[in-house]
């Protein structure tokens, strides 16, 4: 029965606490289906050996009960004969082999009630096999989804860490600070070896195009005849006997001039 006790031991073993503990589980388990198949092989090499000597009790019971019988088949054939003393010897034997039989029948009773539960324990174990092979598959599978949730469960957190985003964003704040201190100095690189006067000049030809500018589009507008002068023209001082004249002219084409 010590081949049962451990294969009971092994089949109450904890098969959860193994998979927590273990690398592999399907690993683990497996290996523990392929130990129960080796200890159920065992078991039935063990019940194979009870049931040999089962029958082997049973078999010297029913030869000492054969050897009884001759005896006394014996001993009535000593009596026919008138030979009593040979049918006294006669009878002694077969008590002799009585006796025998009744002492090995009642080993092979009880012989045969540890071979019946030897059979039993055999087949309970082999459907606990069948069961743990059953459950090892449904542990497994739990074991994968175990393991899936838990991946979902890390990528969820390294999604949900701001730490990566915000040392993204001061890289980029870093980066423009840099760009800035760069203008910066080009734009004092600039203004302290450049030319000053090529520079007033330029803000001046930038001016006037803006004011070219200005004009064209009033002209576009209506606001300012076309092909007009568009700013007052300065009168010089050899320009005033020109506006006499012009106004003699107006004088003379009106009417007589007025005396002088």
Request: proline share 2%; hydrophobic share 35%.
């Amino acid at each position: 029965m010590g081949i049962f006790d451990r294969l009971s031991t092994l089949l109450k073993s904890n098969i959860n606490d193994l998979i927590n503990r273990a690398e592999n589980p399907e690993k683990v388990l497996n290996q523990l289906i392929t130990d129960m198949r080796g200890q159920l092989a065992k078991a039935k090499q063990e019940v194979a050996s009870a049931i040999a000597d089962e029958k082997k009790l049973h078999a010297q019971v029913e030869k000492e009960k054969h050897q009884a019988e001759e005896w006394e088949r014996k001993a009535v054939l000593a009596v026919e004969q008138h030979r009593d003393d040979l049918a006294k010897q006669a009878l002694v034997r077969r008590e002799e082999h009585v006796q025998h039989a009744q002492a090995l029948h009642e080993t092979w009773i009880r012989q045969k009630a540890e071979t019946e539960q030897l059979k039993a324990s055999l087949r309970n174990l082999n459907e606990k096999i069948e069961e743990a092979k059953r459950k090892k598959n449904l542990l497994i599978a739990r074991q994968k989804r175990a393991e899936a949730q838990d991946r979902i469960h890390r990528t969820m957190s390294s999604l949900s860490d701001k730490s990566a985003f915000e040392n993204f964003e001061r890289m980029a704040a870093r980066i423009e600070e840099t760009e800035r201190r760069a203008l910066a100095a080009a734009e004092i690189n600039e203004e302290l070896s450049g030319d000053d006067l090529s520079r007033q000049f330029e803000v001046l030809e930038f001016g006037g195009n803006s004011d070219q500018q200005l004009l064209e589009l009033k002209r576009k507008m209506g606001m300012l005849p076309a092909g007009g002068s568009d700013t007052p023209r300065q009168l010089t001082d050899g320009d005033d006997d020109n506006v006499q004249d012009a106004d003699l002219v107006e004088d003379d084409e009106g009417g007589e001039a007025a005396p002088s």
